[in-house]
């Protein structure tokens, strides 16, 4: 059975920085990322990264702010979160998927995490 586990929210100030894992039990995808949402917000692309290239896709809100990468021996993605903003506050979610795109929608996605709250504080 796959599983997403995602780790490493909490409570930041403005600027601070915060790292979430997503860690994948089990097997490999073609794609991982992260998707957030905010209360009362639908659920919106963050960052995506095709497994075997490397190859990004950043939404432009986080673009030179945060930074995914990957753990081929862990079989685990991270997202390092710098320069974080009040409306970075949400429920951050580790997607993934068997075919190799960049997709910035969550219906290109088929395996999800359970989400992980990131709170930043003004």
């Known amino acids: 059975q796959v599983q997403l586990v995602e780790s490493g929210g909490g409570l930041v100030q403005a600027g601070g920085s915060l790292r979430l894992s997503c860690t994948a039990s089990?097997?490999?995808?073609?794609?991982m990322g992260w998707f957030r949402q905010a209360p009362g917000k639908e659920r919106e692309f963050v960052v995506v990264i095709i497994w075997s290239s490397g190859i990004t896709s950043y939404a432009d809100s986080v673009r030179g702010r945060f930074t995914i990468s990957r753990d081929n021996a862990k079989n685990a993605m991270y997202l390092q979160m710098n320069s974080l903003k009040p409306e970075d506050t949400a429920v951050y979610y580790c997607a993934a998927d068997d075919r190799l795109w960049t997709l910035p929608v969550e219906q290109g996605y088929k395996y999800w995490g359970q989400g992980t709250q990131v709170t930043v504080s003004s």
């Open positions: 089990g097997r490999t995808f073609g794609t």
